[in-house]
């Protein structure tokens, strides 16, 4: 069973830095993808970050590009993601997702979704 554990969410400062973890169990990195969306209220979940070893570099949406970085440990079986320069907008609830096949950014492409951890940016 595919299963997913996001944590590592809190209150931070606008231009602090967090580090989200996604703990993952029941499948194997090798044929997956896993990604990172966030929903804020009243908004769709939107893809932030995604990585596979089907894909040459990690996957960004424009918004976080250059201050969050995607990285995966394989023995540990966690994906981590490392926000850096918080801002107000970042605010929201963090989802780690996975699925077999390539990076996407489009929440519809994954199947398993673990619960989220909320990230809360005071400016």
């Known amino acids: 069973e595919v299963q997913l554990q996001a944590s590592g969410g809190r209150l931070a400062q606008a231009g602090g830095s967090l580090r989200l973890s996604c703990a993952a169990s029941?499948?194997?990195?090798?044929?997956?993808?896993i990604a990172w969306f966030r929903r804020a209220p009243g908004k769709e979940p939107e893809g932030v970050a995604c990585?596979?070893?089907?894909?040459?570099?990690?996957l960004y949406a424009d918004s976080v590009k250059g201050r969050f970085a995607i990285s995966s440990d394989n023995a540990a079986n966690t994906v981590d993601l490392q926000m850096n320069n918080l801002d107000a907008e970042d605010t929201a609830d963090y989802y780690c997702?996975?699925?077999?096949?390539?990076?996407?950014?489009?929440?519809?492409?994954?199947?398993?979704w673990g619960q989220g951890t909320l990230v809360t940016v005071s400016s």
């Open positions: 997702a996975t699925d077999q096949g390539r990076c996407s950014l489009w929440y519809r492409t994954f199947a398993h």
């Open positions: 990585i596979s070893s089907g894909d040459s570099r990690p």
């Open positions: 029941g499948f194997t990195f090798d044929d997956h993808a």
